[in-house]
């Protein structure tokens, strides 16, 4: 004999697909520890905005392979690029903040 309540099927809404290609973008672009710690370097910056010239060491990347991360950076929603003359700055998507301020809380590290 079989509960009525029990193994009633869940409402089963399917997501936007849409959506889910963003948000797995998203996810996957900061899956890349280069890639999170140039999120880091960006995000704790004075200014909040940091040419790309200024990423290139302390990485201790080529310029090209930053550059390589950053624009994944931007595709997927996580940094804002903003020409200024010969130079292009990064900051926070203002939409992607508060996730990136979650990921810095002390109380999610060990």
């Not at 900061?30 to 200024?54: M, N, P, Q, W």
Request: glycine share 4%; proline share 5%.
């Amino acid at each position: 004999m079989t509960d009525s309540n029990c193994c009633t099927p869940a409402q089963t809404n399917q997501p936007p697909q849409k959506l889910i290609r963003k948000t797995a973008q998203f996810l996957k672009a900061l899956g890349d520890e280069r890639r999170l710690t140039l999120v880091y370097f960006i995000d704790s910056s004075a200014e909040k905005s940091v040419c790309v010239c200024d990423l290139v060491e302390p990485l201790g990347l080529k310029q090209s392979t930053v550059s390589h991360h950053l624009k994944i950076l931007v595709d997927a929603g996580v940094l804002h690029r903003e020409q200024r003359g010969t130079w292009a700055h990064y900051s926070i998507e203002p939409t992607a903040q508060p996730f990136i301020t979650t990921l810095w809380k002390e109380e999610n590290h060990d």
